[in-house]
């Protein structure tokens, strides 16, 4: 696979919802009941239960391994996070919307691809970004 400059990835759109948050829960161990309990969570402070931030993290890699079509070709990745995903009660969930471009080219046949991860219009991940092979 060649890429270039500018090469826009195929865009990915989740719908989070309590159930996949208590699926990820279990997967991970991370029972942190701001993201299953509703009380819990606005007690703290939060506006509703809150998707795991290493889960949304998880999904703009999907973003790019989906479109490589061999995740041993993701090198790195990176992410900061600014933003939570706020997860109300019924079956639509969270609609978290990924798009991605190769920012950039490189000699030794990698690509730098520049990730945007948004939730209600606003952008969930900071400087997300992968080096691809």
Do not use: C
């Not at 990924?98 to 920012?103: A, D, L, S």
């Not at 030794?108 to 080096?131: M, N, P, S, Y």
């Amino acid at each position: 696979m060649s890429y270039k400059a500018g090469e826009e990835l195929p865009a990915l759109q989740v719908r989070v919802t309590r159930d996949r948050l208590v699926r990820y829960a279990g997967a991970s161990l991370d029972f942190n009941p701001i993201h299953w309990n509703e009380r819990f969570a606005k007690d703290v402070g939060l506006p509703d239960v809150i998707a795991h931030g290493m889960l949304t993290m998880a999904l703009g890699a999907r973003l790019v391994t989906d479109w490589l079509g061999d995740p041993g070709r993701l090198v790195s990745y990176s992410v900061r996070f600014t933003r939570p995903v706020v997860v109300p009660d019924g079956d639509e969930g969270a609609l978290v919307e990924f798009t991605g471009k190769v920012g950039e080219v490189r000699d030794d046949g990698t690509a730098r691809v520049d990730i945007i991860a948004k939730f209600d219009g606003k952008t969930v991940l900071g400087k997300a970004g992968a080096v691809v092979r």
